[in-house]
C-alpha cells in the first residue's frame, strides 16, 4: 500500500464516546467521534444508486406497458407527440405520460442484490411490464411484480439487482387506456 497513494483507516474498540483508530500511514492512535464513525460504517447497499431507471424523455420513440387491465402501445409522431397505437378502440388518439414516467422514475427503498424465491417467483409473473424503445431501437424492459404488502419489486431487463418500492408504483401503472387518452 505504501506509495500507491492509498490509505486505509483502522478503527478498534470504542471508549466511552469515542473510537479509537489508526491511519496506514502513521504511527499514531488517535481517536475518532460517534458521528464520524456511523458515517464510515454504512452498508454498501446504502451507497447503491437506487434510481431505477433514469429516463431520456426526448430520445423514447415507444412506450409498450402491458398491466392487468390493458395492453398499450404507444409512439411519438413527428411533431414529438406519443399516440395510441393499441388498444385498437383508442388508436391514434394522443395520450398522456405524465403518469406513466412519473411512475417510472420514482427511486427504491432498498436495492436487493440476490432476491429470495419468494421476490423472483412474482418477478417471473410480472403483473405489470414496460418496453422503452428509444430512436435507435434499444428497448429497455421494466418488470413489475404483484404486491408483496405495501411494496412490489422492480426488475430491469440486464442489470443485476432487484429494486424494492411502493406499491404506488404499481398503482399508477395499472391504468386503463381511458385513464391516459386525451
Known amino acids: 500500500m505504501q506509495g500507491s497513494g ?32 456511523d458515517k464510515l460504517n454504512v452498508k454498501v447497499s446504502a451507497l447503491r444508486d437506487k434510481q431505477i ?23 411519438k409522431d413527428k411533431d414529438g407527440k406519443w399516440m395510441i397505437k393499441e388498444p385498437a378502440a383508442k388508436k391514434d388518439k394522443e395520450a398522456s405520460t405524465f403518469k ?6 420514482i427511486k427504491a427503498a432498498e436495492v436487493l442484490d440476490k432476491p429470495g424465491a419468494s421476490v ?8 405489470v411490464e414496460v ?14 411484480s404483484s404486491a408483496d404488502g405495501d411494496d412490489v419489486y422492480v426488475q430491469v431487463e440486464s442489470r443485476p439487482g432487484v429494486y424494492k418500492v411502493k406499491k404506488q408504483m404499481l398503482d399508477d401503472l395499472s391504468f386503463k387506456a381511458d385513464d391516459i387518452s386525451i
Open 100 to 105: 406513466i414516467f412519473s411512475a417510472l422514475e
Open 6 to 37: 492509498e490509505r486505509g483507516l483502522f478503527v478498534g474498540s470504542k471508549t466511552e464516546d469515542d473510537y479509537y483508530a489508526k491511519s496506514s500511514d502513521r504511527a499514531e492512535v488517535f481517536k475518532i467521534t460517534q458521528s464520524l464513525y
Open 53 to 75: 431507471i433514469k429516463l431520456d424523455k426526448d430520445a423514447l420513440s415507444n412506450l409498450r406497458v402491458n398491466n392487468s387491465n390493458t395492453p398499450l402501445v404507444e409512439e
Open 131 to 144: 418496453n422503452l424503445t428509444d430512436k435507435d431501437g434499444k428497448t429497455t424492459v421494466l418488470k413489475v
Open 120 to 127: 423472483s417467483g412474482k418477478l417471473s409473473h410480472p403483473a
